[in-house]
């Protein structure tokens, strides 16, 4: 299949697992020409994007470049009105859930930190924990070894293990947006998409997070939202950056910060 | 003590809860029935009964927390599921009266005979049996439950419009049981009660069993809603109250817990209520009334919810307080309804017994 070829014909092709594959060329996410308005606003326009496997992606824009819109049409909580989203193997994303594309393996931090406030911090990562989510396993659940070493490591991990019979609402922000973070390792996930993890951290908090993310790339594939532009550096893989609806610019950090329309639309000069 | 390790292994709430509960039991058995009456220490078979009335209304709080303060879910329509338990044992009850009633027909019940109905309607058939009535006593109320629930929730209907609609559905359920066609005694309801599996309902003695049987269904109850809300499914069930998205996210499919919290409610709600009408003698479409529904979440309000033990303690402080009031200063009952509301919600935002609990932190 030519990269030119329309959004239709390959959306047709999407179900057949060979096809598809050929597309992803061993891309974790691939989104062709995906489109998504709002009373004709278009928040998204005929974007295309593929993240590899593995790598740790920036995603930056300004305010309304279709940032959210783009995780939102990821984790299926958007449908787009054209296009194209596959998924690991050729999995075709628009023909899943909500819940179906977060038990494949693609696990969302929120911008705001949304923890279950009156859940203890050790059970707020086991409700994330991957498991059978139906109503009855849920009954008679109860942990495996391996379980709650998994949920261990992931407190050890995050560094909130002196912290976890707290409950959640009562730790600090930072450590909200780590347990978030540890809520998604839970899932086991492929992909972890992150929106904005640094927003309202302190300086000590944002090198931590920087350290945690870096270090989870390579067995996770992580994509990043920030506006911090500094956290951003700290981070410094690939960096892509959105503009009304399309990819403006991708490359490295220096790369896209010298080409001079990011400069125009994002630095305003 | 048999087995103190069980005792030592229930936390503090369970033990003040399963306590009282035996204690309430064994002492109206012993201060009614073996007491005399000319003695001071006689409890009357008025006060057993009304004893058991709060037992079933306790049920029902509980019922209630179960939804409202665990799962978020504030239904204003329970009484509803406790109506349709009552009506079930009602009808069965009705059928015990044979040809005991005014008409003598040993076919129907009075109030057919009275409009002229020649035969039994088909959906009363098999409330003879026992077994049968008492399946009714969860299937009705439960299928109603998983029937309205499956649609609301899987519409993401919630919070205040939620609330309304469970309104509304009580408030239908009220008009249909006021017509004399819907053939369940219209206005009058079925009352004139008679017996219970042979035994009358007017002596004293079977007036403690049946306190004792409320009783232990409430121990029941609790300890059913005890095991499901420290089970996972009570954590996501928590989960979902404070973030519903984001339980979603996590893969839960939402609609299927609300659902099913929201039966097990209805179905305590229905053998609470199945309690309730042999001891107060009659049941009728009043039990169906809006006002009804929204005085129970009063009583979880007060009571403190989210807790359990708080829903049954609420339950049981305002209806101790309604029955004084409305024999002390019967026009002021309502204002002091609303007023222990309003001042509960200003003053306990945790209800009464989170004065006495300190919060987790």
């Known amino acids: 299949m030519t990269p030119a070829a329309p959004a239709i014909e390959s959306r047709a092709t999407a179900s057949d697992q060979n096809?598809?594959?050929?597309?992803?060329?061993?891309?974790?996410?691939?989104?062709?020409?995906?489109?998504?308005?709002?009373?004709?606003?278009?928040?998204?326009?005929?974007?295309?994007?593929?993240?590899?496997?593995?790598?740790?992606?920036?995603?930056?824009?300004?305010?309304?470049?279709?940032?959210?819109?783009?995780?939102?049409?990821?984790?299926?909580?958007?449908?787009?009105?054209?296009?194209?989203?596959?998924?690991?193997?050729?999995?075709?994303?628009?023909?899943?859930?909500?819940?179906?594309?977060?038990?494949?393996?693609?696990?969302r931090k929120f911008q705001k930190p949304s923890v279950f406030e009156n859940l203890s911090v050790a059970e707020n990562l086991e409700l994330a924990m991957r498991a059978n989510r139906g109503v009855w396993s849920n009954l008679f659940a109860k942990m495996s070894k391996e379980q709650s070493d998994h949920r261990d490591s992931v407190l050890e991990t995050i560094g909130l293990t002196a912290a976890r019979a707290m409950r959640a609402g009562a730790i600090s922000h930072g450590q909200k947006q780590w347990l978030e973070i540890g809520m998604l390792l839970m899932q086991e996930p492929k992909v972890l998409l992150v929106d904005e993890p640094v927003a309202g951290m302190t300086h000590q908090e944002t090198e931590r997070t920087a350290e945690l993310l870096t270090s989870l790339a390579g067995d996770h594939t992580v994509v990043v939202v920030e506006h911090d532009m500094e956290f951003v550096r700290s981070l410094a893989r690939r960096v892509t950056v959105l503009h009304e609806g399309r990819v403006l610019a991708e490359g490295n950090m220096d790369f896209v910060q010298n080409d001079p329309r990011v400069v125009e639309v994002y630095l305003g000069v | 003590m048999p087995r103190p390790s069980f005792i030592s292994r229930l936390e503090r709430p369970d033990r003040v809860v399963y306590g009282a509960l035996i204690v309430i039991a064994g002492m109206a058995a012993l201060l009614n029935l073996v007491v005399p009456e000319g003695s001071a220490f006689h409890m009357s078979t008025f006060t057993v009964t009304l004893l058991g009335k709060y037992a079933c209304f306790a049920m029902l709080a509980l019922s209630v927390d179960l939804v409202w303060g665990y799962c978020g879910i504030l239904t204003l329509g329970h009484g509803a599921f406790f109506a349709l338990g009552g009506y079930a044992m009602g009808m069965h009850l009705m059928r015990q009266i044979g040809e005991r009633g005014v008409y003598g027909n040993p076919e129907l019940p009075d109030f057919m005979v009275f409009l002229d109905w020649q035969e039994l309607p088909w959906y009363w058939w098999g409330f003879s049996s026992f077994p049968f009535a008492m399946a009714m006593v969860l299937v009705v109320p439960g299928l109603l439950a998983f029937v309205f629930g499956w649609f609301a929730f899987r519409s993401r209907v919630n919070g205040v419009y939620l609330s309304i609609i469970t309104q509304a559905m009580t408030y239908a359920?009220?008009?249909?049981f006021f017509r004399n066609e819907m053939g369940f005694g219209g206005n009058n309801g079925l009352t004139d009660f008679k017996d219970l599996l042979g035994f009358s309902l007017q002596t004293d003695g079977m007036r403690v069993v049946l306190l004792v049987t409320s009783l232990l269904a409430l121990g029941g109850a609790y300890a059913i809603c005890r095991a499901v809300t420290r089970s996972r499914f009570g954590r996501v069930v928590v989960a979902i109250r404070d973030a519903e998205n984001r339980s979603r996210f996590l893969g839960y499919r939402v609609e299927h817990f609300k659902v099913w919290a929201f039966v097990l409610s209805a179905l305590i709600a229905g053998v609470a209520g199945a309690l309730y009408v042999p001891q107060v003698g009659i049941i009728n479409p009043g039990e169906f009334a809006p006002l009804n529904s929204i005085e129970l979440v009063v009583w979880v309000a007060i009571g403190g919810r989210g807790t359990l033990y708080g829903a049954m303690a609420g339950a049981l402080l305002v209806n101790f307080s309604k029955t004084y009031f409305?024999?002390?200063?019967?026009?002021?009952?309502?204002?002091?309804?609303?007023?222990?509301?309003?001042?509960?919600?200003l003053f306990l935002p945790r209800g009464v017994v989170g004065v006495f609990t300190k919060e987790k932190e």
């Open chain 1, 19 to 107: 096809a598809s594959h050929d597309v992803l060329k061993g891309a974790i996410i691939y989104l062709e020409g995906i489109t998504v308005s709002f009373d004709g606003f278009r928040a998204l326009d005929e974007l295309d994007l593929r993240i590899e496997r593995g790598e740790l992606r920036c995603i930056i824009g300004p305010n309304g470049a279709g940032k959210s819109t783009m995780m939102d049409v990821i984790t299926g909580k958007t449908r787009p009105d054209s296009g194209l989203a596959l998924f690991d193997r050729g999995t075709d994303l628009f023909s899943m859930s909500e819940p179906e594309i977060a038990m494949a393996g693609i696990g």
């Open chain 2, 173 to 176: 359920l009220l008009l249909a």
């Open chain 2, 326 to 345: 409305t024999g002390a200063l019967p026009d002021a009952w309502l204002f002091v309804l609303g007023g222990l509301f309003i001042l509960g919600t």
